[in-house]
């Protein structure tokens, strides 16, 4: 292990991690050769978490196959079931756990929901809520309380919850009813497109659907909207699109369904990446062919950076590192939870590049761009921060603490900078829990490869 520079009157070995002013450190592992790895990994969350909720909604039993367990569709699954939902865990042949029963029940209120750090459970459940009968009580960590909830909210009272009107963020109550009128809304989606997902998903249930319209200047995250649209259709639900930033969809009854959750596409970003970082290959098992998941952009990202990508006949999805890295200038308006690696593996280029649309991530689990311009920042990288975006200016980089900020994307995208400069130590890298709770186990069997196959038996 190297040695850090950090040592003194504030750090505490802890096994192979240290703390220092209370924080939990992690040495990200650097690669020794070119990496040859297999990763698999576990189901994608955004789709996960989608199933569930019609799952709970629906007027039948479901199954779903090769879940994500993680804290996030774990406060998921805690959520629907207070709301009246059974969900048992049934052996399944997923690697990471058992696959989920859900059998829709009444639907009652008069309890409270934790909704941790996770953005689907804060904005996805409320419209469940106003469909059961009695008062739901939602609340989340210190860190999330911030995060906008207004355009679920404003777009709730509309269609007639009653919540309280000066209430524009966590906590709050939803006084169930056990019904919801429906009908016309409009909401400014342009902080996040999970306001648009989180009525389109429970709209069946109510009375007179919905017709939703977007006001604001911008949306982004299309895809996600495009994700909630096609995993109600699957499920026997009229759901359209009939002009750019409006959505209908048909009050209905809700199927059942048996389905096997895709791998998360979006946390293969720092894996993929990984293999440009260091050189060498890293392989993704059973990509699917077709997807709605934003991570599938990464077949097309990653070459503009200089990357070969290959396509297998098995399913497989193969990244390879070309002889340098090149800057890029990407508008990801479409794929921002992807810009946390992607802007980390633009500080090894060969050149400056440009991350645009994207100034909706400062309102996730934290201002994500300023927590990567301030990161890089500090290990000697040169960041500038655009109301849109950053401008990376490569320099060489050196060792030292990586702050993650309650953020998984932000920890992993420190890993990936670990990968090839000695010495960095990310805080608190148990916050990719959030997503991926087998991510140091995953990223350290990566970095020491070789011709070793990581995949999960």
């Known amino acids: 292990m190297f040695e850090s520079k950090y040592s003194g009157p504030d750090d505490q070995l802890t096994g192979d991690r240290r703390q220092h002013d209370g924080d939990v ?46 804290r996030d569709s774990n406060n998921m699954v805690a959520a629907l079931r207070a709301l009246g939902a059974r969900i048992d865990e049934t052996d399944g042949d997923g690697a990471y756990g058992p696959d989920f029963t859900v059998t829709p029940g009444e639907l009652v209120g008069s309890t409270t929901i934790d909704c941790g750090l996770a953005g689907t459970v ?68 342009s902080k996040s497109s999970q306001f648009v997902s989180a009525l389109l998903l429970s709209a069946a249930r109510f009375d007179d659907g919905i017709l939703l319209r977007h006001s604001g ?79 599938a952009e990464l077949a097309t990202l990653l070459p503009e950076f200089g990357a070969t990508v290959t396509r297998h006949e098995n399913g497989d999805l193969t990244v390879t590192a070309g002889e340098r890295i090149r800057g890029v200038d990407l508008d990801l308006s479409h794929a921002g939870e992807l810009a946390p690696a992607l802007v980390a ?19 996730h689990e934290t201002d ?5 311009a ?43 900078i670990g990968l090839a400069v000695p010495g960095v130590e990310v805080v608190d890298i148990a916050t990719t829990a959030k997503t991926l709770p087998q991510f140091s186990e995953l990223w350290e069997a990566l970095a020491n490869s070789g011709s070793t196959d990581t995949a999960r038996a």
Do not use: C
């Open 25 to 70: 450190l992690w040495p990200a592992p650097t690669a020794r050769s070119s990496l040859d790895a297999r990763v698999m990994l576990p189901g994608s969350k955004s789709l996960v978490n989608r199933e569930l909720v019609l799952s709970a909604l629906a007027s039948e039993p479901s199954r779903l196959r090769a879940p994500l367990h993680s």
């Open 122 to 189: 804060m904005r996805f459940v409320p419209p469940v809520a106003a469909l059961a009968l009695g008062p739901t009580t939602f609340d989340a960590d210190a860190a999330a309380r911030g995060r906008p909830m207004d355009g679920v909210l404003d777009a709730l009272r509309q269609i007639g919850a009653d919540i309280d009107p000066t209430v524009r963020s966590l906590p709050f109550t939803v006084h169930g009813t056990g019904s919801l009128a429906g009908g016309d809304a409009t909401i400014d989606a």
């Open 217 to 295: 200047d911008r949306l982004p995250s299309l895809p996600h909207i495009d994700m909630t649209i096609d995993a109600l259709a699957e499920r026997g639900v009229s759901a359209s699109s009939p002009e750019t930033a409006v959505w209908r969809v048909e009050p209905g009854p809700i199927t059942g369904r048996d389905v096997t959750i895709e791998p998360d596409l979006s946390n293969a970003a720092p894996f993929l990446a990984a293999a440009l970082v260091a050189g060498g290959s890293v392989t993704i098992p059973h990509w699917p062919a077709e997807t709605t998941q934003v991570g």
């Open 345 to 363: 593996l633009a500080a090894f280029a060969n050149g400056p590049s440009r991350f645009r649309g994207i100034g909706h991530i400062r309102h």
């Open 368 to 372: 994500r761009l300023a927590a990567l």
């Open 374 to 416: 301030t990161g890089l920042g500090e290990l000697g990288g040169d960041v500038t921060e655009h109301d849109d975006g950053v401008a990376v200016r490569p320099r060489p980089l050196h060792g030292g603490i990586w702050r993650t900020y309650n953020d998984h994307r932000t920890a992993t995208a420190g890993a990936l």
